[in-house]
Nanobody, 126 residues
Framework: QVQLVESGGGLVQAGSSLRLSCAAS????????MGWFRQAPGKEREFVAA????????AYADSVKGRFTISRDNAKNTLYLQMNSLKPEDTAVYYC???????????????????WGQGTQVTVSS
């Protein structure tokens, strides 16, 4: 089992920055592909970013490319999402997820991830 706990969300103004963290415990965090997803009210959950175990493989949604950066510290069992130039449309609950079936293949479908955190709310005001 893997337990994931997100933190770092909050209410900010457009143009601001936030850094989300996801603390992992349980099985070997460094072996897994880790990702961030988000879900806005009334919308489906969507992929944000994901990273392989040593960071060589990463993927971003087009909507966040150039503004968000995913990173991980395997020694601390922590995944991060640095979010810059935030926009009101970034408002959502952000979820951390782990794909325990692979260390390398970065996937964008939520159904391919088998562990999820409880989410952290990010609200961006205009």
């Amino acid at each position: 089992q893997v337990q994931l706990v997100e933190s770092g969300g909050g209410l900010v103004q457009a143009g601001s920055s936030l850094r989300l963290s996801c603390a992992a415990s349980g099985r070997t965090f460094s072996n897994y592909v880790m990702g961030w997803f988000r879900q806005a009210p009334g919308k489906e959950r969507e992929f944000v970013a994901a990273m392989g175990w040593i960071g060589a493989s990463t993927a971003y949604a087009d909507s966040v490319k150039g503004r968000f950066t995913i990173s991980r510290d395997n020694a601390k069992n922590t995944l991060y999402l640095q979010m810059n130039s935030l926009k009101p449309e970034d408002t959502a609950v952000y979820y951390c997820a782990a794909d325990s079936t692979t260390s390398w293949v970065v996937r964008k479908k939520g159904s391919q991830y088998d562990y999820w955190g409880q989410g952290t709310q990010v609200t961006v005001s205009s």
